[in-house]
């Protein structure tokens, strides 16, 4: 997404069973969901994802970045955190050559595995 893009912009804490399990900002363009349920609170089922499709735009590509750190004193409070590292995954998902979605993901490194996979070309 360029620069000086007009984005709509969702702050989320994601809850299991009334416990926070991640933080997650996603940032989409602002032509893409104004006046749709992405700029709701609750964009239904099968996310953001779901609702892009469901406009047009046919999502052909995933990119993640995964690391670990050490949470900063707010991502530790809001996730109650104890000690130790968190998991951090940067996604930017595709529609054709577009960037469509732009996800900056949250989570504490002791219980979490991420697993990926894909097929070979």
Known sequence: ???????CVRDRVMRAD?????????RLPRDITRGTALEGTDTGPGGALARLEEAGFE??????????????ANERQL???????????????????????ATDMVMSGIGYELRYAWDAD
């Open 1 to 7: 997404m360029a620069e000086d893009s007009e984005l």
């Open 18 to 26: 009334g416990e926070p399990v991640m933080l997650a900002v996603s």
């Open 59 to 72: 999502i052909t590509r995933h990119e993640e970045i995964v690391s670990a750190r050490m949470p900063d």
């Open 79 to 101: 996730l109650d955190l104890g000690s130790g590292p968190v998991l951090t995954v940067r996604r930017r998902t595709w529609s054709g050559d577009r960037v469509v979605e």
